[in-house]
């Protein structure tokens, strides 16, 4: 694993038990300047990952907890008239931040939800007309309770299309969970917690993720998986051609942590459902028989043609 990532995940780990992959999930959507949504039931850790995230890259933080009253000015900031200089100055909103941990978002209305649509996508925000670029890097991680849970809107697929990764964090095994007690017991907090890299490193790091190569073929494979989407009788939409562009692009990221400037067809595989899961529309006949969407993407990976070559750097 590349060291200057290794140091990030060890740095997470230091409060965060039993969740490498997250986080170098994680560390991937960060590179690669994508966006992460954490689904998974209250208690498990989503609010820390994130902000161990945060203070392991000396980022600034901001936090929104989305409730059903709040308005999108709330997120974006807001202009105020101010009677001494007779003109409207911009209050900034919480959106102005280098990670921004956007809180239980489906317990807000899908108008406030909408709001960061702009921001996901284009790095900026529109407030009075006036378009303003928010300062790189910017990455949202967002968090959610299944929406079974009481009180939780539905997140519109414009919206979980700009999430590169979906995650879920799962419970803890008993032994991790043993480890998390004894750490709260010795006073562990995520306040002790040092920045390893600063934003002008980070920046560097995902430009060299950027640089990554990858070969026609598994360029075609990628074509491929997301062709499959569209053709299965279980899937009544798939995905678009952002989500190939999006696979691309972790895979690239997740070839570098990796130590390596090339991608491989096991990159693509590996991140496949992660990428792919949030961006399909199953058919009622995959809820009936309680077929999860990337039960239906692993069985994808099997059934399409894995590239002969592809395997060498440029």
Do not use: C, W
Not at 179 to 204: D, P
Not at 270 to 287: D, K
Request: a negative charge.
């Amino acid at each position: 694993m590349n060291e200057e990532v290794q140091k990030i995940i060890t740095n997470i780990e230091r409060v965060m038990i039993g969740k490498k992959d997250v986080a170098t999930l994680s560390v991937v959507a960060l590179l690669a300047n994508g966006h992460v949504l954490l689904e998974d039931v209250p208690g498990v850790g989503k609010t820390m990952m994130v902000r161990s995230l945060a203070k392991s890259i000396s980022a600034s933080f901001k936090r929104i907890q989305f409730t059903p009253d709040l308005l999108p000015s709330d997120v974006i900031g807001v202009s105020i008239y101010n009677p001494q200089t007779m003109q409207f100055e911009y209050r900034k909103g919480p959106l102005m931040g280098n990670i921004v941990l956007a809180d239980e978002i489906n317990r807000t209305s899908p108008k406030t939800q909408s709001a960061l649509l702009e921001a996901m996508e284009e790095a900026s925000i529109t407030v009075d007309g006036e378009t303003m670029a928010l300062e790189k890097p910017f990455f949202v991680m967002a968090t959610q309770n299944p929406i079974e849970y009481e009180g939780t809107y539905p997140l519109p697929e414009a919206q979980l299309d700009r999430f590169l990764l979906k995650l879920k964090m799962g419970y803890p095994t008993v032994t991790e969970e043993y480890e998390i007690l004894s750490r709260v017991q010795e006073g562990t907090q995520i306040h002790e917690l040092e920045a390893v890299m600063s934003l002008a490193e980070l920046r560097s790091l995902q430009q060299q993720a950027e640089s990554i190569f990858v070969d026609a073929t598994v360029r075609e494979y990628i074509v491929q998986l997301a062709s499959a989407t569209r053709s299965n009788s279980y899937i009544y939409l798939g995905v678009s051609p952002r989500a190939s562009i999006a696979l691309m692009r972790a895979a690239k990221a997740y070839a570098f942590i990796q130590g390596r400037d090339y991608v491989l067809p096991d990159d693509v595989q590996y991140l496949a459902p992660f990428v792919f899961a949030h961006r399909i529309i199953l058919q009622p006949e995959a809820r009936y028989d309680e077929i999860a969407p990337e039960e239906i993407i692993e069985r994808m990976i099997m059934n399409v043609p894995v590239p002969a070559k592809g395997f060498a750097s440029r």
